[in-house]
């Protein structure tokens, strides 16, 4: 095959008819995986013919597809952009890219009803390929707006309706109407064959495509091909655009041809070469790139296309294990009624109604009249060999595809832990060539991304997401200039949906972080799609909870304050009230022995001592104790009864009356001032 680049439709076609020829036999090993995976099927000859057959139809081939594609997309794929630096503005840039990407591709999910990871999943599983083209929305809108004729207002107003999911989409196709060709380098273009409706070429193609709307309106219909059933007949003689047609889309590393087949279906591949209208005539695309992602798994050391490829029904459709199945269960199938269906009991006599059924209540007796006999006929069993054999070839089935741990059927009663992870381990260990599959067409689909940036002019916005599927709340712009598309690095991890893998894979991380590894390894190895986001929210975590620490150890330092205070504060008020009862104790003795003296006869005399051993003019014992100085006048001063004046002697300071120390004493002398409030002389 040619592998130079084509500048003329005959060349283009020519190479276009080679491309459909080499994947012939992989076309017919595609149809037959989907029916499959559809359960359509019909018996063969001569069996569809026998009467009372009931057909059964094995669902294990869309079981094991339906269990691997759950398993290994149910999980958002983690995303880690390499840096070119290993600065840290180097790293910083990197992880803006990074969130930047994952926020590009949950927007892809957002435009058709199943998840892009889901759809690339699959395909992997069940072709062993993946295709899709890579759309950049500012370049695509601004060519469909020039090939519909769109103003410049509705064509603003589309690309903010489209752009609110990213600026990129996936158009992911079935790998059978997808025909790469490969080169030694690589890949070097990329042929799409896809039955539509000719108002979907019109819709796509806009002005491009009237030369091939005037065929079909201008009544020439020959040979147009097959088309969809609607309710009113007339419609579809009447209406061409619901015409089935084949449309070609060739693009290799400079130049892209689209036409049209009138022909319908391809019951013969060359008739792309003896007919065809032309929607685009070998133009120059003008990128550095091809747009597209078509890659598969399998090996390149077969020559036929159905052994190139080797999806998860490879064995079953060579070996056409999936019909042996069918007709097996079928014929158990077929058997049971047929013995459910048998007579249960043989009744003989001459009356064909002597014998017969009553019923009463709910209980049923058989009568039997006399000279009649009714005998019960033991019912067949199945023929264990049939049940043996289906059970066999279901068994092989699940070896040729997915066990069924991961199609959620229980294991043994008495299997342990570490049984059932080896089991799934193991069961996980068949499906991982398609994980790998899926993870190279993500991580191509990605690197697109960004040489389309690269291969733009004007600077890009984009907002970040983090490994947890959420915005970071940053918005981030992306410039043509620092894309360096030689140096684009990006990994991307599928991981299983199995929790038993994940508990091991913990306990292992975790111990090899004995051994020096690092955090950001061991959480990717567990399965995290963001360690650095995650590592960062550990350390914002332990920030938080340091000065939430602080604080409490603030108000637990002020509180002790508090109470030390509220403690010293009561102390001194109990120290201050034993010190007043101590001094109303001292002078309530004082008072009781001075009284104790008087009554007993005893006398107020300078012979009194004081504690310092002077004697004052009438001292009372006690008066130090009280903080009276016998010595000072004004305790005792000398006016009235000589020595019974004072504090010591004031009932209205806590002294004694003055009569208690001579209660023969007349008014003046005990009061010291005559009637007339003279003092005494």
């Given amino acids: 095959m040619m592998r130079l680049q084509l500048n003329d439709k005959d060349a283009i076609q020519k190479r276009a008819l080679d491309m459909l020829r080499s994947k012939r036999m992989f076309r017919e090993m595609a149809e037959y995986i989907e029916a499959m995976v559809h359960g359509d099927y019909e018996l063969p000859s001569p069996i569809d013919t026998i009467e009372g057959v009931h057909k059964v139809v094995s669902t294990d081939a869309g079981d094991a597809v339906r269990a691997a594609t759950r398993v290994l997309s149910s999980v958002f794929p983690g995303i880690k952009y390499w840096p070119i630096s290993d600065n840290e503005a180097g790293k910083r840039r990197a992880n803006e890219i990074e969130e930047v990407l994952r926020w590009w591709f949950k927007g892809l999910d957002g435009r058709g009803n199943a998840t892009v990871t889901r759809d690339i999943v699959r395909s992997a599983i069940m072709y062993d390929m993946v295709a899709f083209q890579t759309v950049f929305l500012p370049h695509e809108e601004e060519a469909q707006r020039s090939l519909r004729g769109l103003s410049d207002e509705d064509g603003e107003h589309r690309v903010k309706y489209i752009g609110r999911n990213g600026p990129f989409a996936w158009r992911l196709h079935n790998p059978k109407n ?125 020559d036929s296309s159905d052994h190139q490829y080797n999806p998860m029904l490879y064995a079953p459709y060579h070996t056409k294990q999936w019909e042996t199945i069918n007709i097996t269960d079928t014929l158990v199938m077929t ?97 991982k060539p398609f994980k790998e599959l899926a993870e190279r067409a993500i991580k191509m689909g990605l690197e697109q991304m960004l040489l389309w940036v690269a291969s733009g002019t004007e600077d890009i916005p984009a907002y970040g997401m983090n490994g947890r599927q959420q915005i970071v709340g940053s918005q981030h712009i992306l410039s043509p200039t620092e894309i360096e598309p030689d140096a684009i690095y990006i990994d991307v991890k599928l991981e299983e949906d199995a929790p038993t893998d994940r508990i091991q894979r913990v306990n292992a991380a975790n111990q090899a972080k004995n051994f020096g590894y690092s955090n950001e390894r061991a959480l990717g190895d567990i399965g995290v799609t963001d360690p650095q986001e995650v590592i960062k929210e550990s350390y914002t975590e332990s920030i938080k909870e340091t000065l939430v620490q602080v604080e409490i150890n603030k108000i637990q330092a002020r509180g002790q304050i508090e109470i030390e205070a509220m403690v010293a504060q009561a102390q001194q008020a109990m120290a201050q009230e034993q010190a007043a009862q101590q001094q109303a104790q001292a002078q309530a003795q004082a008072q009781a022995q001075a009284q104790e003296q008087f009554q007993g006869g005893g006398q107020f005399a300078q012979g009194n001592p004081n504690q310092d051993g002077s004697v004052g003019p009438y001292a009372i014992p006690g008066m130090e104790e009280m903080g009276l100085d016998p010595n000072q006048a004004e305790n005792v001063g000398p006016s009235g009864i000589p020595g019974v004046e004072g504090i010591a002697y004031d009932p209205s300071q806590g002294g004694l009356p003055p009569q208690i120390v001579d209660p023969n004493a007349t008014r003046e002398q005990q009061t010291g001032v005559d009637a007339e409030g003279l003092e005494l002389i």
């Fill in 178 to 302: 997808v025909y790469p060709m490969y080169g030694n380098w690589g890949l070097e273009g990329v042929l799409l064959v896809k039955d539509v409706y000719a108002y979907e070429v019109v819709s796509d193609w806009g002005e491009h495509a009237n030369e091939f709307m005037s065929m079909l309106k201008s009544g020439d219909t020959t040979n147009l091909g097959k088309t969809f059933a609607v309710s009113d007949p007339s419609v579809v003689s009447n209406t061409p655009e619901y015409t089935r047609v084949t449309i070609f889309d060739y693009m290799d590393t400079k130049y892209r041809c689209v036409w049209v087949n009138p022909h319908g279906v391809m019951s013969d591949e060359a008739l792309i070469v003896q007919a065809g209208v032309p929607i685009m005539e070998p133009t120059e695309h003008g990128l550095d790139f091809i747009p597209w992602v078509c890659i598969s798994g399998g090996t390149n050391l077969e």
């Fill in 335 to 431: 058997e049971a009624i047929r013995n459910f269906k048998r007579a249960q009991r043989k009744d003989e006599g001459p009356n064909p109604d002597g014998v017969y059924e009553t019923t009463e209540d709910i209980n049923t007796t058989l009568k039997v009249t006399p000279g009649h006999k009714s005998t019960m006929i033991e019912k067949p069993t199945l023929d264990q060999n049939l049940l043996v054999l289906s059970d066999r070839l279901a068994s092989r089935m699940d070896k040729s595809t997915v066990s069924r741990i991961l199609m959620g059927g229980d294991p043994s009663g008495n299997t342990s832990f570490s049984g059932l992870n080896l089991l799934t381990q193991t069961a996980l260990g068949a499906i």
